[in-house]
């Protein structure tokens, strides 16, 4: 366990919880399971931190503080008391632009390698204005809220704020709620010593916020440090060049002193543009960029999972696949990314090369429904139940279907009791910044051991070297190294398996933790004291 003396702010898009109404309408907290969370909040309930973060709830009244968490509670961020927890209230059509516009329909595609898929509205993401106009509007908006005047709130965000600024409007509320928390906060221990504070930014929902709490800070006479951790790819600059106001973004992002990706390839990418776009003093041995008379420390800091967990839950998880056919699994959220119709053509095309396989093998793909505002995953949900339905309706015999298709959440025993008892997980994203399915299915191999296939495209497949490595984008490949796979012998497999988990039981999600921690030690030295138990 990390004891950190320091106290870390954690800042991203979602708090580790959402809240619901329960039946009597009232508020509940609902955990998120995730490797973040599972490793970040008992880290800022032990250093009495924050967690600043949207509620997933679009309230009525925002003054309603967020409530404790149930009794019974065991999730990972259930001992985060109601204030540690800084929730943003966005209001809803705001939110709309800067989630599903800005976010989820400029950033998302581009960053990963996509632009034709990428919406370039100005109106949804120009970054231009001015932070003090920015600043002031979102102070209003914020004040409005803070007054109960919901209503006058609205309008000033429907009449004096065009929709353009969505992105930095939202990123300067998530910054002024940031300080306006760490201003309530005690800079001092009981011994006297100094606390500052440790801010951690995630992802790229949030490139502006360090900047905004800088200046505030600054104007404020108020200690931070800023850190930045980004959870999906970097794009080369060929493809980041794309986006009108890259400048701003990248200035957004060296406004941290330390900035970490995944991979070594996506800290080359973003040197790359910081060079040639801003002309900054880059040094690529160590990783360092020279702006406005400070240095920003880069660094590969690659994610991995709470793997014990998975581990003790493959190891209790009752069988759950009860037939006789062979399971290839693929397990994602529906997103264009993950590369899920190529996947299923490359089955098809696998049954087609291989009919011994038929009535002996079955694709099990788990869909997890995401983004469902958004256009594209909307017309990916209807091209995946046709194809599926094309295949299943070509193939399919009485007792006997090609693809078992789950679009729904399933819960972790299941989820860990189909990674056990599959022959072959399929991990084929076109792009991904690391992909933690190829991690947590090397986790649940408990039993005899299974196969991981791999997408070089994702970041996983920089370390994870025993997978067996297919471009997604042949279908061939695929389908080839699948048959290759299934008749893979036991000891090969074992082998494999053995590296892939002795790995990533070592690398695995505190590992990530403590490793930004340590980094963030020698960048700011003196503050933020760790010592692991
Ligand atoms: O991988 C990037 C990421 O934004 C994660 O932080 C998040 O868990 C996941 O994608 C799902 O995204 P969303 O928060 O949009 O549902």
Redesign the pocket.
């Given at each position: 366990m990390l004891n950190l003396k320091s106290p870390m702010v954690v800042v991203?898009?979602?708090l580790p919880f959402v809240l619901k109404r329960n039946e009597n309408g009232e508020l509940q907290r609902k955990q998120s399971a995730?490797g973040?969370v599972t490793a970040v909040a008992p880290v800022v309930i032990q250093c009495g931190g924050l967690w600043v973060g949207w509620p997933g709830i679009h309230m009525d009244d925002p003054h309603q503080s967020v409530p404790e968490s149930d009794p019974g509670d065991m999730g990972p961020s259930a001992g985060l008391k109601s204030e540690q927890v800084v929730p943003v209230h966005v209001e809803e059509q705001l939110f709309d632009d800067y989630?599903n516009g800005c976010?989820?329909a400029t950033f998302w595609p581009l960053f990963h390698s996509m632009p034709d898929r990428a919406v370039f509205v100005a109106d949804m993401w120009e970054v231009r204005m001015e932070f003090g106009l920015v600043r002031s509007a979102a102070c209003l908006i914020l004040s409005a809220f803070d007054c109960s005047m919901l209503g006058l709130g609205l309008a000033i965000v429907n009449m004096s704020l065009p929709r353009g600024q969505s992105y930095s409007t939202v990123n300067v509320m998530f910054a002024y709620q940031t300080v306006d928390a760490l201003k309530k906060m005690k800079m001092k221990n009981q011994e006297g010593e100094e606390r500052i504070p440790l801010v951690w930014i995630?992802?790229?929902?949030l490139m502006l916020a360090a900047n905004y709490i800088r200046q505030e800070c600054e104007e404020q006479n108020l200690q931070c440090k800023l850190g930045f951790f980004l959870?999906?790819p970097f794009p080369p600059w060929d493809i980041f060049r794309l986006f009108p106001w890259d400048n701003e973004v990248l200035q957004g992002i060296l406004g941290n002193d330390l900035v970490g990706f995944h991979i070594e390839d996506y800290c080359r990418n973003f040197l790359d543009c910081c060079q040639r776009r801003l002309g900054c003093r880059v040094d690529r041995v160590h990783n360092l960029v020279d702006v406005a008379g400070r240095t920003v420390k880069v660094r590969a800091l690659p994610i991995g999972i709470p793997y014990k967990r998975f581990e003790e839950m493959a190891n209790a998880a009752p069988r759950a696949l009860q037939s006789s056919q062979q399971i290839v699994l693929g397990v994602d959220?529906l997103d264009y990314t993950k590369g899920l119709v190529n996947r299923i053509r490359s089955f098809e095309r696998f049954l087609e090369k291989h009919p011994e396989y038929l009535g002996k093998v079955a694709l099990l793909q788990v869909a997890v429904p995401?983004?469902t505002d958004v256009k594209e995953y909307q017309q990916l949900k209807e091209q995946m139940d046709l194809e599926i339905g094309r295949i299943n309706g070509r193939f399919s015999t009485l007792n006997w279907s090609p693809i078992r298709y789950i679009y729904g959440c399933i819960s972790q025993d299941e989820l860990a009791a189909y990674y056990r008892d599959s022959s072959v997980a399929l991990v084929t994203p076109l792009r991904d910044?690391m992909n933690l399915v190829a991690k947590e299915y090397v986790a649940c191999q408990v039993d005899k051991p299974g196969v991981l296939i791999l997408s070089p495209f994702a970041g996983a497949g920089e370390t994870m070297h025993e997978a067996l490595l297919v471009n997604p984008y042949e279908l061939d490949d695929v389908a080839d190294t699948l048959h290759r796979a299934l008749t893979m012998p036991i000891d090969e497999r074992e082998m494999r398996m053995y590296h892939l988990k002795k790995r990533e039981q070592t690398m695995n999600v505190d590992f990530w933790l403590t490793s930004f921690l340590k980094v963030s030690i020698k960048t700011f030295p003196g503050h933020n004291v760790i010592g692991v138990h």
């Open positions: 991203s898009n979602r995730g973040l989630y976010c989820n995630h992802d790229y929902h959870h999906i959220r995401s983004r910044g």
